[in-house]
Antibody
Framework: HLVQSGPEVKKPGTSVKVSCKAS????????IHWVRQAPGQGPEWMGW????????NYAQKFQGRVTMARDTSISTAYMELTRLTSDDTAVYYCARRAQYYDISLYGMDVWGQGTTVTVSS | DIQMTQSPSSLSASVGDRVTITCRASQSISNYLNWYQQKPGKAPKLLIY???SLQSGVPSRFSGSGSGTDFTLTISSLQPEDFATYYCQQSYITPETFGQGTKLEIK
């Protein structure tokens, strides 16, 4: 079970931080991926965090603007995106995946409910 | 980045029909291919991983096949709850990429 924080409305140029709280499984046993979906578009992968080590892998598109972090004491992952523009308006999802290396044959099997982020002046 | 191209983009079918959706990768991804179903306002749901492995709890009417660059998702007998949008996704090389989606509609 993954429960995300609530909707956000942000001004261009600001930042947003979305949380993703895990329950019902061993939080450090699965990577957490972040995927966003703009209105009417397909999903877009942003990156992952290994909750066990804190290691991350970001899509180059978001390098320098995204930070993924975790707090194992409360089984929560975070995704912060800075320098927001209207193109960042989307639903942001966290999802877990069984993974032991940089790539994995497994799919993302548990998803959060999504967090709507609206960027508007 | 690896481009994932799905066809068709949309499809009209009837309950009970057999439906096949194809996904082509711009380079070989071995069998690092997943299929998801998404309904409006909901998160994607994993159906198939590793190209042909059925995710736990997913009905057996869903099946996947392929390796390398060409993959298919087949629904053997459409049920009313299957009308949704389907996405393929490669997990072989980052950035992981999704297809543009196939919207399955009721005829």
């Amino acid at each position: 079970h993954l429960v995300q924080s609530g909707p956000e409305v942000k001004k261009p140029g600001t930042s947003v931080k979305v949380s993703c709280k895990a329950s019902g499984y061993n939080f450090t046993g699965y990577y957490i991926h972040w995927v966003r979906q703009a209105p009417g578009q397909g999903p877009e992968w942003m990156g992952w965090i290994n909750p066990n080590s804190g290691g991350t892998n970001y899509a180059q598109k978001f390098q320098g603007r995204v930070t993924m972090a975790r707090d194992t004491s409360i089984s929560t992952a975070y995704m912060e995106l800075t320098r927001l523009t209207s193109d960042d308006t989307a639903v942001y999802y966290c999802a877990r995946r069984a993974q032991y290396y940089d790539i994995s044959l497994y799919g993302m099997d548990v998803w959060g409910q999504g967090t709507t982020v609206t960027v508007s002046s | 980045d690896i481009q994932m191209t799905q066809s068709p983009s949309s499809l009209s079918a009837s309950v009970g029909d057999r439906v096949t959706i194809t996904c082509r990768a711009s380079q070989s991804i071995s069998n690092y291919l997943n299929w998801y179903q998404q309904k409006p306002g909901k998160a994607p749901k994993l159906l198939i991983y590793a190209a042909s492995s059925l995710q736990s709890g997913v009905p057996s009417r869903f099946s996947g096949s392929g390796s390398g660059t060409d993959f298919t998702l087949t629904i053997s007998s459409l049920q009313p709850e299957d009308f949704a949008t389907y996405y393929c996704q490669q997990s072989y090389i980052t950035p992981e990429t999704f297809g543009q989606g196939t919207k399955l509609e009721i005829k």
